[in-house]
């Protein structure tokens, strides 16, 4: 029951977290568009956040941005994206457009001289993410900051799952995400493709992701790649249902499934697995003619939502073997179990309260950055960025499904 009352203690408070006082010199967010994810990704953090305040939105339809702003507090609501941008008491803009806009207003808020929040992906393709994330904007002395909203890498339970794998023994990964059917309805902006939409565009890029960090390097290619499009109204060229399998520096093998039409009796929280090779490992007691290896597998349960749930079961097998012919003499299994909420549940001394969303530990680090501190240090940096939305081309390029397209062509 003690389980039970801690979770459900949990979730409430981290959709229903303590309001702060504000400092006297906040930092001010402007929102382009009255998303769904504005809530969990900004509005919520920002209330136990003492130098952050939700300042203003725009968005295309008037009277929606006002609903949306009596909704959630917002004191002022813009006519229009280039109002927002242009406003000298924004400082940070957080873009969760649909993802064909999000290079041209990202380009223009930092023309603007604000600091940037950018939903993922990033844009819509990697030529687009060369040019944003190289820009000559972004290296210029007093230049605004950049983030790609890749929020899971910022929660400590990522962090501890990492400290699990030994990424020179990593042979194998895996990343699977299951939505049931109807909760991503075939109108969804998810799906239209002239806005680069497409599942392997929003959970795919969750796996993606994950798999480049996991094995510490970049794809050499996607071996395979299926993908099923939704029904109409939506683009055919827009997936629904993907599995891919790509192939990573020294025969490592990484392959992600995803759909948005799964049934519900087979709906499971995200999650991820990753398998170890053999390795020899020392042991004071072995005789003198025996040899002790062990193969790990991790399985992260939750991953995406880890304040929802999370467990990391860390699972190792030893056997010892005879050295001359390798024969097995003695072989048994060791398994560990760990949920994590905050940097204390790892020994670690960082701010992070047992409710704290995945997003809120990235605001954290955003506001971190912006006030010149160093705080934990953990980031995404414009060139993982550029390298994610490679790899998302070079699957959308193997399905056959092409490459998304800009919406508007950067201009050069």
């Known amino acids: 029951m003690a389980g039970l009352f801690t979770f459900f203690r949990r979730n409430y408070t981290a959709s229903n977290p303590p309001s702060v006082p504000k400092s006297s010199d906040p930092i001010r967010f402007g929102i382009l568009g009255a998303a769904n994810i504005g809530p969990d990704a900004l509005f919520i953090p920002a209330r136990t956040h003492p130098e952050v305040v939700i300042q203003a939105v725009a968005a ?47 380009l223009a808020a930092l023309e603007n001289g604000k600091h940037v929040l950018l939903e993922k992906p990033s844009v819509s393709n990697a030529e687009e993410a060369e040019l944003l994330f190289h820009s000559p904007l972004l290296n210029k002395p007093g230049a605004p900051l950049l983030l790609e909203a890749v929020h899971y890498n910022f929660h400590p339970t990522w962090q501890y799952f990492m400290s699990q794998i030994s990424q020179a023994d990593m042979v194998y990964a895996s990343h699977t995400v299951l939505v049931p059917t109807g909760i991503i309805k075939p109108t969804d902006i998810r799906y239209n493709y002239a806005l680069a939409g497409g599942a392997i565009m929003d959970i795919g890029s969750y796996g993606i992701s994950a798999l480049r960090a996991i094995f510490g390097a970049e794809p050499e290619s996607c071996i395979e790649c299926n993908m099923k499009p939704t029904v109409p109204p939506a683009s055919e060229l827009c997936d629904a249902e993907y599995t891919a399998k790509l192939q990573f520096p020294n025969g490592a093998i990484g392959e992600i499934q995803g759909t948005y039409n799964t049934s519900w009796p087979k709906f499971r929280l995200p999650n991820i697995e990753v398998l170890h090779r053999g390795v020899e490992v020392h042991d004071d007691s072995l005789g003198p003619n025996q040899v002790k290896i062990r193969t790990r597998k991790v399985v992260f349960y939750g991953h995406m939502f880890a304040t929802i749930y999370n467990r990391i079961d860390t699972e190792d097998t030893y056997e010892v073997r005879n050295k001359d012919d390798q024969r097995p003499i003695k072989k048994w299994t ?37 006030r010149g501190r160093s705080g934990n240090g953990i980031w995404v940096s414009g060139d993982q960025s550029i390298a994610q939305m490679k790899a998302i081309d070079m699957v959308y390029e193997k399905s056959g499904f092409g490459v998304r397209p800009s919406h508007e062509r950067p201009v050069s």
């Open 60 to 106: 295309r339809d008037e009277a929606k941005a006002k609903v949306y702003a009596d909704k959630h507090g917002i004191p002022v609501i813009l006519d229009s994206y280039e109002a927002l941008i242009a406003d000298p008491s924004i400082d940070v803009v957080y873009i969760a457009l649909p993802n064909g806009l999000h290079f041209k207003w990202a």
């Open 334 to 370: 060791e398994k560990n179990y760990k949920s994590v909420h905050s940097f204390r549940d790892i020994d670690v001394e960082q701010p992070g309260e047992f409710y704290w969303k995945s997003y809120r530990y990235q605001l954290e680090e955003f506001v971190n950055r912006i």
